[in-house]
Each structure stands twice: as C-alpha cells, then as structure tokens.
C-alpha cells in the first residue's frame, strides 16, 4: 500500500508556471505507474499526465500536451507536474494517483490510491 500527498498548488495568473509535487510513503515507489489528474466543478475527472515505474515512459491528455511536464525521482519517491502556459480553464483540484504495475492509461478506475488533491486556480 503506497500513501499520497500533493503539494504545491495555489493561485496564478494565466501564463504563468507551476510545479506540483506528490510525495510517496509505504511500499516501494518504483513499483508504481504514476498519474495525475484533476477535476473541475461540475466536471468529471481527467487524466493530465502518466509516467511509467522506470519513468521512462510518459503520457500526456491533449489539453495540456506540449505545456506540461511529468516526471519522477524514485530516490525521493517524489512524482511532480511541471506545468506552464496555464489557462484559466487548467483551474481545477489535482490529484495524484499510484497504479501497482501495469501501463500508464487514462482510466480513473485503474488507479487504486490517491492523493486528496491540490487546488489550482488560475486567473485570467
């Protein structure tokens, strides 16, 4: 079992940049495919960005591909989402989630922990 707390969060304007952190305790971290993703009032919640265990592989949405980067430190156990170019309509909570091996994919129901969320709000 892996336990998962977001940092980093806050209030930006549009254009502007932002690094969450996700910080991981319990089983050992490399054994996690690692995710982000965030929901929005009223919306579902949507995949952002994925990194393999090795953090070799990558996926990105495509509303954030291109301005958005993950990746991992398996010493620190530590997976962070660099994000730039924000928009408003990036505002939402994200959130971390940890998948026991298996591929990076989009599917919320895959991922069996998660974080309880850092809120980003971006103003324009």
């Known amino acids: 079992q892996v336990s998962l707390v977001e940092s980093g969060g806050g209030l930006v304007q549009a254009g502007d940049s932002l690094r969450l952190v996700c910080k991981a305790t319990?089983?050992?971290?490399?054994?996690?495919?690692m995710a982000w993703f965030r929901q929005a009032p009223g919306n579902e919640r949507e995949f952002v960005a994925g990194i393999s265990w090795s953090g070799g592989g990558t996926t990105y949405g495509d509303s954030v591909r291109a301005r958005f980067f993950i990746s991992r430190d398996n010493v620190k156990n530590t997976v962070s989402l660099q994000m730039s170019s924000l928009k408003p309509e990036d505002t939402a909570v994200y959130s971390c989630a940890a998948r026991l091996g298996g591929a990076i994919t989009d599917t919320v129901s895959d991922y069996a922990y998660w974080g309880h969320g850092t809120q980003v709000t971006v103003s324009s």
């Open positions: 319990g089983r050992p971290f490399s054994s996690y495919t």
